[in-house]
C-alpha cells in the first residue's frame, strides 16, 4: 500500500501540496476550535467515535457557514 502511494505521489508531486491544504486544514481546525489535542477515550472503538463527533461536529458547522443558519434549519426540520 504504501508503496502505490509513494508511485503515486512521484508521478503527481504536485497533488501533496493540495493534499495538505485540503485535509489538514480540516484537523486544524478541529484541534484549535475544540481543543481536540488529544483523545480523551480508550480503546479502538471509543477513540473513533470520538473522532466521528468532532468530525461530525466540524461538519455541521461548515454547512452552517457555506448555507447560513436560516438554509440549515430547514433543511433539518424540513
Not at 2 to 23: G, K, N
Not at 25 to 45: C, D, N, P, S
Amino acid at each position: 500500500m504504501l508503496d502505490a502511494m509513494e508511485r503515486r505521489l512521484q508521478a503527481m508531486p504536485e497533488a501533496m501540496p493540495v493534499r495538505r491544504c485540503t485535509v489538514e486544514h480540516v484537523f486544524g481546525t478541529i484541534k484549535g476550535w475544540m481543543g481536540a489535542t488529544h483523545f480523551r477515550t480508550r480503546g479502538l472503538k471509543n477513540v473513533s467515535t470520538e473522532a466521528s463527533l468532532a468530525i461530525l461536529a466540524y461538519n455541521i458547522k461548515r454547512v452552517v457557514a457555506v448555507a447560513g443558519v436560516a438554509s440549515t434549519l430547514k433543511a433539518i426540520t424540513g
